[in-house]
Structures are given as structure tokens and as C-alpha cells.
């Protein structure tokens, strides 16, 4: 068990795959999902789906913090090459920086229902769009270190290996 644990797969981690894009796609979609119940409810008036909308916001923020530990363990073992350094160090940054704005986001969500609990002010609507589009731009940063740099794939993996990339 313990040389499972500590040797290499050819993805160079020690589990089978990825598990950095599982959860974070998790939390992509409850974030995403809770701003569109939020904003139904916002223009419909029906007032249930702001409890859809706090639900998932508290899932994504429970979530995020294990993306993000797991972001920071494979990008550690990724051993990242100069062209793919500045993308990384952002999407790294961005990633810390989404975890900390979500759970204030959420924070902020538990306290308005105290106020009128049928109704979110326009500025938490707000909140929600910008949110929504700092998540767009860290998904395209994590799209671009898959399909462009590939990370943990095996023909980067290798030519890593092979000294090929520096």
C-alpha cells in the first residue's frame, strides 16, 4: 500500500487521476446554479428559490476549499515548465483568492433573509453576476493549462520526464 502511495502513475500523481477538476466542476456548477435561482427569483418573485440559491452557495463554498487544496497538491506534482508558469501562478492565485469570495458572498447571503426574507438587494445580484464572471475567467485559466499546456497528461508527463521540457 505505502509504495502505491508514494510512486508515480504516468499522469505523475500517486492516485489515478486528476481530482482538482472533479470537485472544482462541482463547484462551478452549484455556484453557477445558485446565481440562476437567485436571479428566477429575483425577476419571478418566487421566494423558494432563494433557499435553492443559499443551499448551493453553501455547498460551493464547503467545496471550494477541497478544490483548491487538491488545485494546490497536483500543481505541486505537476512540475510545471516556464511557458506554463505565469498561467499557473494565476489560475493558483485566482483559485485562492475565488475561495475567499465565495465564503464572504455566502456570509453576506446568510445575513439578507434576516431583512426581508422574500426579496436580495440588487447589489447582492451584482455581486452574483461579477462573481459569476471571476469563475468564467478561472475556468478559461484552467481550460488553457489542460488543453493548451497539458498538464498531467501523458505526452507532458513523459516529455517532462525525458528532459524535453524545461
Known sequence: M?????SFNN?????????????????????LFAFVCDLVAYFTGKARLFEVGW?????????IFVAVIFGQFEAGLARPYDAVKAVLNMHTLLGWSLSGIIAAITAWRYVLPTRNPDKLPI????????????VGL?????DELVWIYGLHTVPVVEALKNGILR
Open 11 to 31: 499522469h505523475n500523481l500517486p492516485y489515478p487521476d486528476t481530482i482538482h477538476p472533479i470537485v472544482v466542476h462541482f463547484v462551478i456548477a452549484m455556484m
Open 55 to 63: 443551499w448551493n452557495m453553501c455547498v460551493a463554498t464547503i467545496a
Open 2 to 6: 505505502f509504495d502505491y502511495l508514494t
Open 138 to 142: 478561472q475556468v478559461y485559466l484552467g
Open 123 to 134: 447589489h447582492y445580484m451584482v455581486a452574483g453576476l461579477f462573481l459569476t464572471l471571476i
